[in-house]
């Protein structure tokens, strides 16, 4: 009888996962937009060049600035902080208590032939890869790059307008 009490009340308690999908996808499709966002607002303050990197198999993403001497590294003299808890900018949505979500995948197209998982933003704030290049070289973003996250069976697709550099959740 007791049993049979506890799984009742579990069953009430604990509600399942689908119910909570919609919401942590939600949640991890509104941190990639304000990674997004953040990296190219620190491109257009400090007129470097900056990234937002997305690892779908770690599920992370990551926000830092490439070097003013070399445009194809990351400059790590210079590490870029999350502007709330000041630490450097790097989310991994595999961790934490309970089930997360996932980066299902990245896709930014900045030439024909290459389509990468990061994001690069310019000090006028549109998206052009630099990497390996010297600025004049630039490579601007050829269509939308999107990031898809996952939590459960719900998904959700961050936009990056390739023209203004506009992200749309």
Same mark, same amino acid.
């Given at each position: 009888m007791v049993v049979a009490v506890l799984a009742i009340a579990m069953t009430i308690a604990v509600p399942p996962v689908d119910a909570i999908s919609p919401a942590a996808a939600d949640a991890a499709a509104g941190e990639v937009a304000q990674a997004?966002?953040? $990296?190219?607002? #620190? $491109?257009?303050? /400090?007129?470097a060049y900056h990234a937002a990197s997305f690892?779908? +198999?770690?599920? /992370? +993403?990551? !926000?830092?600035? +490439?070097? /003013? !001497?070399?445009?194809? !590294? #990351?400059? /790590?003299?210079?590490? !870029?902080?999350?502007?709330v808890d000041r630490r450097v900018y790097r989310i991994a949505f595999s961790e934490g208590a309970g089930a997360q979500a996932t980066i299902a995948s990245a896709n930014f197209k900045y030439d024909k032939n290459l389509v990468t998982r990061y994001a690069v933003f310019g000090p006028d704030g549109r998206p052009a890869d630099v990497h390996g290049l010297q600025v004049k070289d630039a490579k601007p973003l050829m269509e939308a790059g999107l990031v898809t996250v996952r939590h459960g069976r719900v998904e959700r697709t961050v936009s990056l307008e390739p023209d203004t550099g506009r992200v749309v959740p």
């Open positions: 997004l966002r953040f $990296a190219r607002r #620190e $491109a257009m303050r /400090t007129r690892d779908p +198999l770690l599920s /992370t +993403l990551r !926000v830092y600035r +490439l070097s /003013t !001497v070399d445009r194809g !590294v #990351e400059d /790590t003299g210079q590490p !870029v902080l999350h502007p």
